[in-house]
T-cell receptor
């Protein structure tokens, strides 16, 4: 069974479109994250939710909006996609701060 | 603000040892280490919570000097499977705000 899953795995879209990436974890963890890994392989945290409540909101464009319908899901919606949004987006979860993080397989987003 | 890792890249022969360093300019209360293989998600290796704590399993160990805000990852008798990019993830509080920041990454290649 997959612990942290993301859909879709690949996403190719045109500039200006709106898209969503979904994340689900079946580990019973309280905290979930979204990370962006750019072409230089730098990993940067974007958002974190703890029990459906936003606890980290780094400086990202407000075109990015996370949504957590329940503790097991954290979706990422992106409006008006730009070329610079092309990256790999990872979802991760962990039971609490300072515990192991488990990453999803990543969503490779390409904006044309 | 991003923790700096050194070296940026290293090439080893099977059986050789390596040390990867992670240095932060901010006070830390934990450091996590991850390995990421090409096209895959980061995989957690270990977490260090206390100053001066050292952990390890098999032939990979790590230390954390809380006072110096530094951590080191030790790979002994390297195997081909050790190849990948290693990231440290640092946790701390800056200006009253919780921060989780990944290091710059170290690319490691083990040759037969």
């Amino acid at each position: 069974d997959t612990a942290v899953s993301q859909t879709p795995k690949y996403l190719v879209t045109q500039m200006g479109n709106d898209k969503s990436i979904k994340c689900e974890q079946n580990l019973g963890h309280d905290t979930m994250y979204w990370y962006k890994q750019d072409s230089k392989k730098f990993l940067k945290i974007m958002f974190s939710y703890n029990n459906k409540e936003l606890i980290i909101n780094e400086t990202v464009p407000n075109r990015f909006s996370p949504k957590s319908p329940d503790k097991a899901h954290l979706n990422l919606h992106i409006n008006s996609l730009e070329l610079g949004d092309s990256a790999v987006y990872f979802c991760a979860s962990r039971i609490s701060l300072s515990e192991t993080q488990y990453f999803g397989p990543g969503t490779r987003l390409l904006v044309l | 603000q991003q923790p700096v890792q050194s070296p940026q890249a290293v090439i080893l022969r099977e059986g050789e040892d390596a040390v990867i360093n992670c240095s932060s300019s901010k006070a830390l209360y934990s450091v996590h280490w991850y390995r990421q293989k090409h096209g895959e998600a980061p995989v957690f290796l270990m977490i260090l919570l206390k100053g001066g704590e050292q952990k390890g399993h098999d032939k990979i160990s790590a230390s954390f000097n809380e006072k110096k805000q530094q951590s080191s990852l030790y790979l002994t008798a390297s195997q081909l499977s050790y190849s990948g990019t290693y990231f440290c993830g640092t946790e701390g509080v800056t200006s009253g705000t919780y921060k989780y920041i990944f290091g710059t990454g170290t690319r490691l290649k083990v040759l037969a």
